[in-house]
Nanobody
Framework: EVQLQASGGGLVQTGGSLTLSCVVS????????IGWFRQAPGKEREGVSC????????YYSDSVMGRFTISSDIAKNTVYLRMSSLRPEDTAVYYC???????????????????????WGKGTLVTVSS
């Protein structure tokens, strides 16, 4: 059974940092890309970052480029999202998701597309105070 569990959200001040974790089970990183998405109150869900299969390409939305870093620890079955220089507009529920998608689709998902993320974890709330 494929499962994803996101954690690490919390309250942080503007300019602060936070690292989210997504523990995955039931599949291999060789077969699935892992993406981070977020949904702010009253807004549509948007892509944040995507790590392509086989620990390949790492892609980011324009709004987080240079501030967020996606990484993985295969031994721990965990994908991380390191968030720095946080802004109030980063406030949202963050979700991790997995899909058997191509490198191109992973890059597009980070920019807001919705290619084939078949499995989703429950979100974790990040609140950035001004």
């Amino acid at each position: 059974e494929v499962q994803l569990q996101a954690s690490g959200g919390g309250l942080v001040q503007t300019g602060g940092s936070l690292t989210l974790s997504c523990v995955v089970s039931g599949f291999s990183f060789d077969d699935y890309a892992i993406g981070w998405f977020r949904q702010a109150p009253g807004k549509e869900r948007e892509g944040v970052s995507c790590l392509s299969r086989r620990n390949g390409g790492r892609y980011y939305s324009d709004s987080v480029m240079g501030r967020f870093t996606i990484s993985s620890d295969i031994a721990k079955n965990t994908v991380y999202l390191r968030m720095s220089s946080l802004r109030p507009e980063d406030t949202a529920v963050y979700y991790c998701a997995a899909g058997r998608i191509s490198d191109y689709e992973c890059a597009q998902n980070a920019q807001g597309a919705n290619y084939g993320m078949a499995y989703w974890g429950k979100g974790t709330l990040v609140t950035v105070s001004s």
